[in-house]
């Protein structure tokens, strides 16, 4: 059966999952992506296919759970009794703060403008690498929050370009 066991601290868990072996493989690959809604599906030539929402909602002190996309991989020759996943994160994560203008006091967004994509579908090699397949220069972070506004985001190459930060408020942006 699958269970999940999380530590006191949060920072291990233990689960299990029931696999047949196949005995005619003579290497056995094993693979985890979290959250699972952000695997869409896996190409054998490019890659586990994962996304970033381009609508997220903050929490406190951290970004949209949904947009924390995590990976993992195990390989053996033999087929394992245990597997341990060293879980990395493939994502890029965002801390901003914000002045609002004069006479504005509650937003209801916070819409993110990029020159390059920063959120969408993209595909990830047990390798490492990362290409683009279905992005987006947009991410909304649905928040009234104006400080520690936390969200996730594609790995991207900003240098010496800008990002356009656009707030909504009473009807009207800035």
């Not at 970033?52 to 951290?62: F, I, K, L, N, W």
Request: proline fraction near 4%; glycine fraction near 8%; include cysteine.
């Amino acid at each position: 059966g699958n269970t999940l066991a999380a530590s006191a601290d949060s920072k291990t868990a233990t689960f299990s999952i029931d696999i047949t072996a196949d005995t005619d493989a003579s290497e056995h690959n094993f693979y985890a992506v979290c959250p699972s809604s952000a695997l869409l599906g896996v190409s054998a030539d490019k890659g586990f296919n994962v996304q970033v929402p381009q609508s997220q909602v903050p929490g406190d002190g951290t970004c949209d759970e949904s947009a924390q996309v995590i990976f993992a991989n195990y390989s053996s020759s033999s087929f394992p009794t245990s597997a341990t996943f060293n879980f990395k994160h493939i994502v890029a994560y965002g801390n901003l703060s914000i002045t609002l203008p004069s006479g504005v006091s509650e937003i209801s967004s916070i819409t993110l403008e990029s020159p390059v994509d920063i959120a969408g579908r993209f595909y990830y090699t047990a390798e490492g690498e990362s290409t683009v397949n279905s992005g987006s220069k947009v991410i909304t972070l649905n928040t009234t929050k104006t400080s520690d506004v936390f969200f996730a985001c594609l790995p991207a190459d900003l240098s010496g370009q800008s990002l356009k930060v656009v707030i909504a408020a009473g009807g009207n942006t800035y």
